[in-house]
């Protein structure tokens, strides 16, 4: 897949392996959701019943041929590590655990091993999550941005689905990748084990977060394990968050949850949105917890101020300004004002929590 390095075959270690569940306080997460209720579906290599997946892991569908017909074929582990990333249940021993391991994973059969998805089958099978009636859809690929597929994906959004794309790695393309350049698409970037820009993730003006995506433990083949690096690891991650919130706050609009992801990640490189960290590494305490104002009224008269410093993100150009760049807006109504939040450096303290 475009979107990961595989390292290792068959790794052993368990949970004390995956370095990204204690940066991210997965388990202080996981004692307030842990994602129950809530369909991910996950367009990749397929996903084999591996015994930490068995009881998460739903029939899905063959976009291509030469599966099982149901989704659940996987010959290449690309597939089974990014679901294992969001649901593994860590029954097994060593096991894996995923950041929502009570969510269930719709299996996608869209792309053979080692190949990245083509257009038409992402877009088939996109459409095939918004009528199984997934809550997130996950995609750590990339593929030709044409028309089936930006109108597959636009047609997510507007059900009201939440769209997580990895942006891709360098050693395929030095710009950030489709669908996660489309606007409303929450589009992944990576850190390494120090919370620094990983060398292998790209970097753009798109990149709304960042999660770990280096020597990510997770699912492999035959029951196994696996160890990947690149910017499908983050996404994934990435889409277990999302799944905690929205089923810790199943009313919660898919635009008001990328908004909780944005609003509590913590600030990383120059102050504010960068191209490298986007809003910052996200914090799935901060995000479930938050006291986070809801997304403001836009107005086409309303624009922002004329000062650089006033604005989040400093350093896009107009032309970059995506879905997600009201994130980071209040605006007031009948008032007009603009109000740019503060951004989370790594010393500040966590938002006020709700009560």
């Not at 015994?51 to 010959?75: E, R, V």
């Not at 990435?238 to 909780?260: D, T, W």
């Not at 960068?274 to 901060?286: F, H, R």
């Amino acid at each position: 897949m475009a979107c990961s390095l595989h390292i290792g075959g068959s790794p052993v270690g368990g949970q004390s392996s995956q370095w990204h569940l204690q940066y991210l306080q997965a388990s202080k997460a996981h004692t307030i959701s842990r994602g129950e209720g809530v369909v991910v579906a996950v367009p990749d290599s397929g996903v084999t019943p591996h015994p930490d997946l068995a009881h998460n892991l739903m029939p899905g569908a063959d976009i291509i041929p030469g599966g099982s017909g149901n989704g659940q074929t996987d010959k290449d582990g690309h597939g089974t590590g990014m679901a294992g990333l969001i649901a593994a249940d860590g029954r097994k021993t060593p096991g894996a655990l995923g950041i929502a391991p009570q969510a269930k994973i719709l299996p996608i059969y869209t792309s053979p091993a080692h190949e990245d998805g083509t257009s038409a089958a992402l877009a088939m099978a996109i459409r095939y999550a918004i009528e199984k009636h997934a809550q997130v859809i996950s995609v750590s690929l990339t593929a030709g941005a044409d028309v089936e597929l930006q109108q597959a994906v636009r047609a997510a959004l507007s059900a009201n689905i939440v769209v997580v794309a990895a942006a891709g790695n360098t050693s395929k393309s030095p710009l950030v990748g489709y669908p996660a350049r489309e606007p409303g698409v929450i589009a992944v970037g990576g850190v390494d084990r120090e919370g620094r820009h990983a060398a292998i993730s790209v970097a753009g003006p798109e990149i709304d977060v960042v999660a770990p995506a280096v020597d990510i433990y997770s699912t492999g083949l035959n029951a196994g394990y696996r160890v990947g690096t690149g910017t499908s690891d983050a996404t994934a991650i990435v889409a277990g968050a999302a799944a905690l919130i929205r089923s810790k706050y199943p009313n919660l609009p898919a635009q008001e949850v990328a908004h909780r992801l944005t609003a509590t990640a913590v600030d990383k490189g120059p102050p504010g949105r960068d191209d490298q960290y986007g809003y910052g590494v996200i914090d799935l305490v901060a995000a479930l917890t938050a006291d986070v104002p809801p997304l403001g009224f836009e107005s086409s008269n309303v624009t922002p101020p004329a000062s650089a410093e006033a604005a989040p993100d400093k350093g896009d150009s107009a032309g970059t300004v995506r879905g997600l760049a009201t994130l980071g807006v209040l605006v007031a109504a009948g008032g007009g004002y603009l109000f740019w939040r503060h951004r989370r450096r790594a010393d500040d303290p966590p938002p006020r929590v709700s009560r």
